[in-house]
């Protein structure tokens, strides 16, 4: 059998190694051999305590990661393929773009951290790479649409990658949960896909039919969106200069290939008609619900106005007047289909507009419970509970975490080509 040894930056409660364990075959095993997780802005390190619980503390670093690289690089061992959903809060789609830091923003920087692992590994650096993060990367910052992106993509290519990237939802391939996020796997410079991809001439029917991500979630190519750029200069001059004094819309499609600087870009729909999942399919049963997750009545007039179309005018603390607008929600949420985003603010009790609520059978409302939050993340039940970590936590490590079904796609995928 052969293996391939992973190290998972950023691990949270291990969503990468579940979703890779799973995609484990007799031909290829993808076994974990590093992880890394630290929370910087919380004393308590939950997400590293229940990594710990679930696989052991043998080979987990809770320790920042830049720290490590500066004082104690040869603790992380050789490896072939490096994973991470590197920290995302500076793209967060909960903020605006142009109050995005992006690679500049204090957890953005973490993408160098990556890079500085490849690099001073240099001809040890893993044959592949597998890293993810909502699409907005694809677009930021606000003031030059794409520059992050391009920047990482120069990095990785300077340092012997070639990149393919996707942008999914998991609901459309039958998922619990409508989760965007861009998928990018690296393929190292003298490794059969590399070569694969150097061959083709139609960087398109890569994306389309050969590669990885065409595999794993197949798609049709929407007409029109399509086109070739060269990724020119130093990482500074990039960073300085893309799309600096061009349009106000990124490069970048959901869809793209990149070799030798050279980037190839589409626009792709998704074409899936398997079975799905839908919220109402996880939920657990009524009678077994602590009254906890129940909403008073009292409540539910606040809840409604929250998740409810509005506009009005608004005064600020200074006083200045506005008009406010927003479009309803759902509510509460549909059981006939896969749930909306779950988000770090998920938990506790009090009312919101980005919670999910969910009618019963017998006419009341109620929050999700962790279990529940656990099941549209496709994590094994009960997964983040542990001794000392709150309802609330869990939920926060929920809407922090990604879809591990989508992660096992990728790595069957991969697998495929590699094994």
Not at 141 to 154: E, I, N, S, Y
Not at 227 to 249: C, R, W, Y
């Amino acid at each position: 059998m052969k293996k391939l040894r992973v190290v998972e930056l950023f691990a949270g409660v291990g969503g990468f190694r579940i979703g890779l364990d799973a995609a484990s075959t007799e031909k290829l095993q993808y076994k974990t051999i590093w992880a890394s997780q630290w929370e910087p802005s919380t004393k308590s390190q939950d997400a590293a305590a229940i990594y710990a619980a679930r696989f052991g503390s043998t080979g987990l670093s809770v320790e920042n990661i830049e720290t490590v690289i500066e004082e104690r690089f040869d603790s992380i061992p050789k490896h072939d393929l490096l994973v991470g959903g590197f920290p995302c809060q500076d793209y967060s789609v909960a903020s605006t773009l142009s109050r995005s830091k992006g690679l500049l923003g204090k957890k953005g920087v973490l993408f160098w951290s990556i890079y500085s692992i490849l690099k001073k590994q240099g001809e040890d650096a893993p044959n592949y790479l597998f890293l993810e993060n909502v699409d907005r990367l694809l677009k930021s910052p606000a003031k030059q649409r794409g520059k992050d992106f391009a920047v990482m993509l120069a990095a990785l290519s300077d340092l012997g990658y070639a990149v393919e990237w996707r942008v999914v939802n998991a609901a459309d391939y039958g998922f619990p949960q409508r989760r965007r996020r861009v998928f990018i796997l690296g393929y190292k410079k003298g490794t059969k896909t590399y070569s694969e991809i150097k061959g083709f001439t139609n960087k398109r029917e890569w994306m389309l039919n050969a590669g990885v991500f065409a595999a794993a979630f197949p798609v049709e190519p929407e007409a029109g969106f399509d086109h070739d750029i060269h990724l020119e200069g130093t990482l500074v001059e990039i960073t300085n200069q893309f799309s600096a004094h061009g349009p106000k819309i990124s490069p970048f499609q959901n869809s793209g290939v990149m070799i030798d600087r050279t980037v190839t870009t589409m626009r792709v729909e998704a074409s899936y008609d398997g079975p799905a999942t839908a919220l109402g399919n996880v939920l657990i049963k009524e009678q077994d619900v602590p009254e906890e997750f129940f909403i008073p009545e009292a409540q539910l007039a606040k809840w409604n106005y929250l998740k409810g179309a509005k506009k009005e005018e608004r005064v600020t603390k200074s006083g200045h007047k506005y008009h406010y607008a927003e479009g309803g929600m759902t509510f509460p949420d549909d059981l006939q289909k896969p749930s909306r985003t779950i988000i770090t603010g998920e938990g506790g009790s009090g009312p919101s507009r980005f919670k999910h609520v969910i009618k019963t059978e017998s006419g009341r409302y109620r929050r999700l419970m962790p279990l529940e939050l656990e099941r549209l993340d496709m994590f094994p039940d009960d997964h983040t509970k542990l001794e000392g970590v709150s309802n609330m936590r869990r939920a926060f490590i929920c809407g922090n975490a990604l879809v591990v079904g989508a992660i096992t796609r990728v790595g069957e995928s991969l697998a495929d080509k590699v094994g």
